[in-house]
Every structure is written in C-alpha cells, then in structure tokens.
T-cell receptor, first 111, second 114 residues
Framework: DQQVKQNSPSLSVQEGRISILNCDYT??????FLWYKKYPAEGPTFLIS?????DKNEDGRFTVFLNKSAKHLSLHIVPSQPGDSAVYFC??????????FGKGTKLTVNP | NAGVTQTPKFQVLKTGQSMTLQCAQD?????MSWYRQDPGMGLRLIHY???????DQGEVPNGYNVSRSTTEDFPLRLLSAAPSQTSVYFC?????????????FGPGTRLTVT
C-alpha cells in the first residue's frame, strides 16, 4: 500500500511560467514533508520542507503548500527555469528518521 | 567534508554472487539509510539505522543485509544477487532539524545482475 502518491509521472511547462507538482499521502500521523530534486546520474538533493503545523513554506522561487484535511501537498516553482528540469520526489516522515517517498514527477521546463 | 560517499559507482554481478555496497559519511550523522531507485517505482527504503549497532527494515528489505558498527559506515550486503536487484542504490545520512530529518544522499551505485 503506497503511503505517498505522486499521480503525475511527468509535467511540461514553459520557461517563466508556474510549475505545480502534487503529492497525496494516506497517513494523517505524518508530521514532516519534504521535496527532493534529482538530476540524472546524481543523488537526490533536498529542496524544501514543511512541518504539519504549517500550511505554507517559501524559499525563493519554491513554495510548498500543505492541506492537512485533504492530505495533500504541492510544490510551486515560480518562475520556472530550464535548470529546474529534473525528477521531483515528495517524501514524508512520521516522527522518526524513516523517510518514505513517492514515485516522483519528471519536470521539463522548455525554453 | 566529502559528505556521503558510495563505492563502487558501477557493478555487474552474476546471479547468485554476493557483494557489499559501501557507504560512508563524514558529517557525524546518527541516521543512515539505503534506498533503491527503479523506473516508475521512485525511491524505496531498504534498511535504515538510527545509530551504531541499531538497524531496522524499510519497505523492501528482502535479499539485503546491513550492519552499523561505526557512525561513519553503513554497508549494504547482497547475499545472493538476483536480476530483480538490478537497480540504482542510494545511501543517505541525516540529522534532526527542528521539524524532521533532512537527508543527504550519496551519488549512487548502479548495479546490474545478469
């Protein structure tokens, strides 16, 4: 049973527009949510996180929104740049160091 | 700091062979994990450790063993390799922040089992 779902395997946007990546989770006990970015042939790198006590966290062009009632979080990238093209993984933790990921969404930003 | 290092970068095994994937970190992180990445499957947790001498199973532990004798090292052992273990393996270490555990990943080991 998949605890974290990223239902869109891929997303394509134009440079300068907004990219919205979505993630759904099943366990309401999860209390920490993270987004990781992965380029080909490299390890994933941490992008941004949000605690369950918040509903929004911003870091430059990246904003994560958390809707606890819907068990849904989203990552907004504004404006999108070609260098943002990568696979984005949503991950969740439930009070421990055990981090569970979704299947990822491949973002392509077209110049 | 070198961060998280993994060796080897590439490995080809025959079915039934055994091998150890090495992982080391120099950040003095207590927590370390192993993941595998397969097309369409994302990153799946194999085993993890909360400190030296303590390990636990993740989502897909079968066919793999781990041990944690030091804070720095967390090797992953394949006892009898199978084609289903063809994958890219990532080691990660993490520390506790105010809200959770931020993980640092190594560059990965690409394993092919024939």
């Amino acid at each position: 049973d998949q605890q974290v779902k990223q239902n869109s395997p891929s997303l394509s946007v134009q440079e300068g527009r907004i990219s919205i990546l979505n993630c759904d989770y099943t366990n309401s006990m999860f209390d920490y949510f993270l987004w990781y970015k992965k380029y080909p042939a490299e390890g994933p790198t941490f992008l941004i996180s949000i605690s369950s006590i918040k509903d929004k966290n911003e870091d430059g062009r990246f904003t994560v929104f958390l809707n606890k009632s819907a068990k849904h979080l989203s990552l907004h990238i504004v404006p999108s740049q070609p260098g943002d093209s990568a696979v984005y993984f949503c991950g969740t933790q439930g009070g421990s160091e055990k981090l569970v990921f979704g299947k990822g969404t491949k973002l392509t930003v077209n110049p | 700091n070198a961060g998280v290092t993994q060796t080897p970068k590439f490995q080809v095994l025959k079915t039934g062979q055994s091998m150890t994937l090495q992982c080391a970190q120099d950040m003095n992180h207590e927590y370390m994990s192993w993941y595998r990445q397969d097309p369409g499957m994302g990153l799946r947790l194999i085993h993890y450790s909360v400190g030296a001498g303590i390990t636990d199973q993740g989502e897909v532990p079968n066919g793999y063993n781990v041990s944690r004798s030091t804070t720095e090292d967390f090797p992953l052992r394949l006892l009898s390799a199978a084609p289903s273990q063809t994958s890219v393996y990532f080691c990660a270490s993490s520390y506790q922040t105010a809200g959770g555990y931020e993980q640092y990943f190594g560059p990965g080991t690409r394993l092919t089992v024939t």
